[in-house]
């Protein structure tokens, strides 16, 4: 692909590709406030809410425009505001879709113009809708962590990426690892202090990084989880709350990326 890809100047390719991550994001605000939404509903009545309804104010219930739907130029063209009644939009639109954006250019400055790098975005895609739904509603729905983990299997088994018994004991000591966590601070204090949604995402993570880079991410995901913790104790006092674990472990798996590729 790069040899067919060379004739273009990278500033052409890269600039194609933030459109098209760009583009995804905005759907992706979508899928994130639907998904959650939807949790027990049939797989086909998932599809058809997702496919065949058109993207509205979420106040006035309004269709949008294909103007008003463009990436980050809506946001900021209409200043947060919904173009047909006046009322402040969500800041979520525009951050969910500069941050897919930057996540799908990612692979690509790692790995260039590569099928490596088109398979990663895969990836990328899959942790930006459980990034956003888990810090939202603090749930990860099996409807993304399977997947992303049977994908994970199913890229390092044809491609090799990491050699597929590595990914399938990541997947395995993943799930286990924290499974084990949990039960030993539950029995210590009774309580729970992460979902079984985080067990299923470190399984995916496992199979796609394979048990060697289990520990580190792990470390990175603590390390930042609890900096966020004493923060947001010191901004909000007795008044502080449990916060999503997801997100830090994702944050590890791409901090690892990085670094063993960069």
Not at 75 to 103: D, H, K, Q
């Amino acid at each position: 692909m790069s040899n067919l890809l060379a004739i273009y100047p990278d500033w052409l390719l890269y600039s194609f590709i933030a459109v098209i991550g760009l583009l995804f994001g905005s759907f992706f605000t979508m899928v994130t406030w639907r998904m959650p939404r939807m949790v027990g509903m049939g797989l086909l009545a998932q599809i058809k809410a997702m496919s065949w309804s058109r993207s509205q104010c979420p106040s006035c219930q309004t269709d949008l425009t294909p103007k008003q739907l463009i990436p980050l130029f809506s946001w900021l063209f209409y200043r947060g505001r919904c173009a047909n009644c006046g009322t402040r939009v969500p800041s979520r639109y525009f951050w969910i879709e500069l941050f897919t954006g930057l996540m799908t250019l990612l692979p690509f400055v790692l790995f260039g113009f590569t099928e490596k790098a088109l398979l990663y975005v895969l990836l990328m895609w899959f942790l930006v809708l459980i990034f956003v739904i888990d810090i939202e509603h603090q749930l990860i729905l099996d409807s993304l962590s399977l997947p992303l983990l049977a994908l994970g299997l199913t890229v390092n088994a044809i491609w090799g990426f990491v050699d597929i018994k590595s990914a399938a004991i990541g997947a395995a000591a993943g799930y286990l690892s924290l499974w084990l966590v949990f039960w030993g601070f539950k029995l210590a204090t009774g309580k729970e202090g992460m979902g079984y949604g985080d067990f299923k995402l470190f399984a995916a993570l496992g199979a796609w990084f394979g048990w060697q880079a289990l520990s580190p991410i792990l470390l990175i995901a603590a390390l930042t989880g609890i900096f966020w913790g004493i923060l947001q104790m010191a901004v909000q006092g007795a008044q502080s709350r449990q916060f999503a674990f997801g997100p830090f472990l994702i944050l590890g798996a791409l901090a690892i990326l990085v670094l063993q590729n960069y």
